[in-house]
């Protein structure tokens, strides 16, 4: 499923044609029918159901998994000019959620991560920070008026963006629980001078250091199938 789910465009944006429910109660129907249970057709339709799925999971939580009280200190942090330094900050922010949504956050992430470069799934960051930055890291308050709601939507998206900017590492670091007091800030500094170091021959520096090596990546792809279809 995961590499159907690489090679499916548009993940997270397009609609399903049947609902997240509908789907699943098809799936346990054919499980009582064959004994079989299959999502891992070839048919993507499937894909986009479960991204549906996920989407109408997060928006079915109280809270975002970014909390409505640590909303503010997110948005600052994203907002910071030094790009480093602002990624620091939003992992320390991260890590210091409650357990369930860092580790909520991390899996999440680092799947979107894997999403935004595939040259197929056409969803590099700043798409999947629109489609997603609503269910993700939400608003400051669950009611705001249309103007706030307005402005705070492109305030969430440079916090999505950076989340999904941040090394991948800092996000298996939260699944390995590697987050004593001592090793927090280690972790995140460490990841960034790695991702910096591999990075350093095509890193403008301008750019956060999981970007430039991300599009790397999305053009390398790009060039490999352009020749495949020549």
């Known amino acids: 499923m995961s590499d159907v789910f690489m090679h499916s465009d548009a993940v997270f944006y397009i609609l399903p044609l049947t609902t997240p429910m509908e789907f699943f109660d098809s799936v346990a129907h054919q499980h009582v029918e064959t004994g ?78 894997r999403v935004s470069e595939s040259v197929d799934c056409q969803m590099p960051v700043d798409n999947l920070a629109k489609v997603l930055g609503p269910t993700i890291v939400g608003y400051s308050s669950p009611s705001l ?33 590697d987050l004593s007091a001592n090793s927090k800030r280690f972790s995140i500094i460490s990841a960034i001078k790695a991702s910096d170091s591999a990075s350093a021959s095509n890193n403008s520096g301008n750019e956060p250091v999981y970007t430039s090596v991300q599009k790397d990546r999305f053009k390398a792809r790009k060039d490999k199938r352009s020749l495949r279809s020549s």
Request: hydrophobic share 40%; with cysteine; aromatic share 8%.
């Open 145 to 177: 008026s249309s103007a706030k709601l307005f402005k705070e939507t492109f305030q969430q998206r440079p916090v999505m963006k950076k989340l999904l900017m941040l090394p991948p590492a800092c996000w298996q670091a939260i699944l390995d629980k």
């Open 36 to 113: 079989i249970t299959s999502i891992t057709s070839d048919n993507k339709t499937h894909i986009h159901v479960l991204c549906g799925a996920i989407k109408s999971f997060l928006r079915s939580l109280k809270e975002p998994l970014i909390p409505t009280s640590a909303w503010q200190s997110f948005v600052k942090a994203a907002e910071l000019e030094d790009q480093k330094r602002s990624l620091r900050l939003l992992y320390n922010l991260v890590c210091d959620l409650p357990q369930p949504n860092k580790e909520t956050l991390a899996f999440l992430l680092q799947h979107l991560q």
